[in-house]
């Protein structure tokens, strides 16, 4: 079990940028391959990227391949999301995950801990 705490969400313009930050609390999450998947009004929960415990290997959603980069710091128990010419349509909550190594990488059940979400909202 790891804890973790999401920051770097916010308000910014369409075709802006942020970054996104998870960190662990207590515990590392070296092992773990993680995830981030976001939520908005209305909708399931959508998986964005996740990254291998190594940071080897990389997997994103088709709606945001080739503008969000995943990155992880397991030195510093981190991950992170940069998210590059952001779209109003990624407007919602981003939600830090965890999972076994070796679980499906796509699904939100794969992943046994997350974090309590931080807001981004693109404005046209």
């Known amino acids: 079990q790891v804890q973790l705490v999401e920051s770097g969400g916010g308000l910014v313009q369409a075709g802006g940028s942020l970054r996104l930050s998870c960190g662990a609390s207590?515990?590392?999450?070296?092992?773990?391959?993680m995830g981030w998947f976001r939520q908005s009004s209305g909708k399931e929960r959508e998986f964005v990227a996740a990254i291998s415990w190594s940071g080897g290997r990389q997997y994103y959603g088709d709606s945001v391949k080739g503008r969000f980069t995943i990155s992880r710091d397991n030195a510093k128990n981190r991950v992170y999301l940069q998210m590059n010419i952001l779209k109003p349509e990624d407007t919602g909550v981003y939600y830090c995950a965890a999972a076994p190594v070796d679980s499906y990488v796509y699904t939100p059940r794969s992943y046994d801990d997350w974090g309590q979400g931080t807001q981004v909202t693109v404005s046209s």
């Open positions: 207590g515990r590392t999450f070296s092992g773990y391959r």
